[in-house]
């Protein structure tokens, strides 16, 4: 018996050859099987079809991106480097966090306000850094992704309220915390330790006391988020622990172009690595670059071996 296709069903036909995708095939092959007369001339034709068509439906939804939720500690990088502020409940953390960055963590007075990190970006000059809050390190509530944030942070942040009562406790616990996981040696992220909350009436002796007990352990600083020039004294210091250095560019001949963002590159990159930082055609056809540092270096010429220093400029020739 004739099948007797209709125009229809041939266009229907004809953009299945034209399909691309798996989704676009699916969808020919759906208008096919709607338009094909349904009689005994066609039905091998329909099975053929269906056949097809559920090949190609389980392939489509194959492709089909699946939507994917992630823990909610899971944090994506961002800025200049990453800094986990961390500590004993209710050591400062979430009021230092609230004066370095434009994160609105909760301050209260009392433990355990932070349940959860949050991430927050702090400005220093014309760089970001990512400072993290955590909840607080305490036995109790202590969870294993808090410990792998920590680990996989550039610089942990450590923040102690020298008045707390538990004071020597919490010290002892977090110190054999760290040490367990290696994160007292060279190999760890850099550890900034605050003596926190010094503004606090008795903290000068809580301190002394402090110190004399944990003094070869860990190296600390006194700190206060009250002092503004404390502060800002820290953001400094947390910058220059992610042992990163800016450089600047300018075109030969030109003057520096205003607002122009700065690169980044480790401490201790060279002149040639900064080429390649910029473009990689630069780095392959390098003749040699010139330098604004200080009044004794107003565009000196430098090999490629020289050693970049932060807010160094750099004018690079080539080839």
Known sequence: MPANLTPQYREAEQLLRQA???????AALEEMLRLIPKHKGTEKLQADLKKR??????KATATIPRSVHRP???????????????????????ELVDRLTTARPEVADYGFTTRRPLAGMMEFEDVQVQLIDTPPLDPVTLESW???????????????DVNDLELLEQT??????????????????????????MDVPGADESLEIWEDL???????????????????????????????????????????????????LKKGATVIEAAGCVHQDFARNFRFARIWRSQNREGQMID???????????EIHTF
Request: with cysteine; charged share 25%.
């Open 146 to 160: 808090m410990l792998q944030l920590i680990q996989q942070s550039d610089v942990v942040l450590l923040v102690f």
């Open 53 to 58: 068509l559920s090949k190609l439906t389980k």
């Open 72 to 94: 909610f500690y899971q944090i994506d990088r961002e800025g200049t480097g990453r800094v986990v502020v961390c500590g004993p409940p209710n050591s400062g953390k979430s």
């Open 214 to 264: 944990f003094s070869e352990q860990i190296q600390h600083q006194p700190f206060t988020s009250r002092d503004p020039a404390v502060v800002e004294k820290l953001r400094r210091k947390l910058f220059r622990c992610l042992d990163v250095v800016r450089f600047y560019t300018k075109r030969p001949g030109h003057s520096v172009e205003p607002g122009s963002a700065p690169f980044l």
């Open 304 to 314: 490629q071996h020289e050693e970049v220093r932060d807010g160094d400029l750099l």
């Open 20 to 26: 691309r995708s798996a989704q676009d095939k699916v």
């Open 172 to 197: 002892d616990f977090i110190l054999s915390l760290f040490s367990d996981k290696g994160m007292l040696s060279a190999g760890g992220p850099r550890l900034v330790v605050l003596a926190g909350k």
